[in-house]
């Protein structure tokens, strides 16, 4: 009998101890960050991600120069000829040329060249919704006809859609009534875009409305959202999102304070959202690697992916310059974790 219950209380302690993972685990576990910038040609970023067991995914997005889109797909068409098991990448398009009628044919000529190149989807990015306009001076907002047959073009070939649409629901508050440090300090440095400032544009709702308005023109069109699919507010508006359009996923990009700061409020509420939805949350950050300081630039990310980490996989009491208060992590479930930093990237982008 004392040797039953001596055997009951060894597997009960493997069980109990290989249901979750340490702080330790970090570099044995392969990961992926699924939102990633790089504007250099050097290995700041790889030799990084090698060390630490992530992959890369790189967004290209268009921010508004037509020329840097081409020389960034040429960028990474290269890098991922030289580490094609561990970098991934995407390509966007330009909205120069929007009022002439070859607009759309060259735009899907240009995107079937980027993917025929090795792009595994396309980004779409705010100023689509808060700055583009037409000859007419009218907003271009995400559902105009006219991106239809793009985005069904995308839906046709099974390439996602990556959407930056909107903003957090903060950039709509003045910096004082902000959620996160992460959001005074970004719209403190870009006035152009603390919607605050610019009550002439749509409001939070109505780049919302948009985007579904878009969605729901285009079941079978697989998306992406970014950052937390500009939902970063409240796991109750993403589930119901979530819910709502199931060929939908999001990254956690640039929008872990906004999780800290639910966290502090109801980690119980978080941690549920993360196991119900386990299968369309992709763990990404939104680097950006510009060639600089190499051991500075490390130093950094090293630090983000290890609090993320820390914050997903284990238990421990935290803070972060990014909120006030403390805040415990959600200690998921390693197949959770897994899912999260690798298994839902694979199954969403066909890549890896
Ligand atoms: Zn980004």
Redesign the pocket.
Known sequence: MKKLVFVLVIIGLTSCESKFYTLDDFSSVEKIDA?Y?IYSSGSNSFDLARKDNFKLFV?N?FLGDCEEIVEDHQLYKKLAQENSSDFAFSTAFCLDGWDDPAWVENTISWIDQCVADGANSVKVWKNIGMEFRDKDSVLIQIDDPKFDPIFKHLSENNIPLIG?LGEPRNCWLPLNEMTTKTDSSYFSRHPEYHMYLHPEFPSYEDQIAARDRMLEKNPDLVFIG??LGSLEWSVDELAKFLDRFPNAAVDM??RMGQLFYQTVEDREKVRNFFIQYQDRLLYGT?I?DNGDDKEKFQTSIHKTWLRDWEYLATDHTMNSSLINGNFKGLQLPKEVVNKIYAENFKKWYKTF
């Open positions: 939102h910038h967004i997005v930056h970014c950052h990009a640039a939104d950006a």
